[in-house]
């Protein structure tokens, strides 16, 4: 395994409420990224970062901020879910920015906004 | 934008068959291709990747190729075992200078493989 944890694994909760959802990693790799996988839709980036205090927007950014204080940690905020948000996030972390290098995933986190 | 198009969406085979999975891309300018499988309740894992100044490459019972000039790449696994039914997605990045290129994926192939 990459050494990567999400947290929490499970998650249900109602529209309007703020979630953060939590990436560890244990590997000090200076690149990690959000994911959301939909029915239909594979996997499609959020947010990445490129080191502490250094984020950028993907390809689905709306209703999603990120924040990462700590190389290990990177953080995932609905700020006021919806229930389109009602996914499966994964975070994934890649040893440099190159797109030649591979990125590894974690195992995700359910989220379901009722 | 790039975008990538994975075919078929469901593939069922016997085993000890052969299975492909193919995909294309847009973007004349993508340079990495890597394949992933993902198994239920887990997340992706990286099973092979190929980069654009190589045409084919082989890891034991996997092997991707790829077709710079039609833009497409596939993921052909031999001797299939129960054990690689899963979802496999591939996916289409390129070398911005320097600068993060982010993996475009396909929309996945249910792979079933029946004893």
């Known amino acids: 395994d990459a050494g990567i944890t999400q947290s929490p694994r499970h998650k249900v909760t109602e529209t309007g409420t703020p979630v953060t959802l939590r990436c560890h990693q244990t590997?000090?790799?200076?690149?990690m990224y959000w994911y959301r996988q939909d029915p239909g839709h594979g996997l499609r980036l959020i947010h990445y970062s490129y080191g502490v205090k250094d984020t950028d927007k993907g390809e689905v950014s709306d209703g999603y901020s990120v924040s990462r204080s700590k190389t290990e940690d990177f953080l995932l905020t609905l700020e006021s879910a919806t229930s389109s948000q009602t996914s499966v996030y994964f975070c994934?972390?890649?040893?440099?920015?190159?797109?030649?290098?591979?990125?590894?995933f974690g195992d995700g986190t359910r989220l379901s906004i009722l | 934008g790039e975008n990538v198009e994975q075919h078929p969406s469901t593939l069922s085979v016997q085993e000890g068959d052969s299975a492909v999975i193919k995909c294309t891309y847009s973007?004349?300018?993508?340079?990495?291709f890597p394949w992933y499988k993902q198994e239920l309740g887990k997340g992706p894992q990286l099973i092979i990747d190929?980069?654009?100044?190589?045409g084919e490459k082989k890891d034991q019972r996997i092997a991707v190729t790829l077709n710079k000039t039609a833009k497409h790449f596939s993921l052909h696994i031999t001797e299939t075992q129960p054990e690689d039914s899963a979802v496999y997605f591939c996916a289409a990045s390129r070398d911005y200078g320097g600068s993060q290129g982010n993996l475009i994926f396909g929309k996945g192939t249910k792979l079933s493989v029946k004893p």
């Open positions: 590997e000090n790799h200076r690149y």
């Open positions: 190929i980069r654009s100044n190589v």
């Open positions: 994934a972390i890649s040893r440099t920015g190159d797109p030649n290098q591979p990125q590894h």
């Open positions: 973007d004349s300018a993508s340079n990495y």
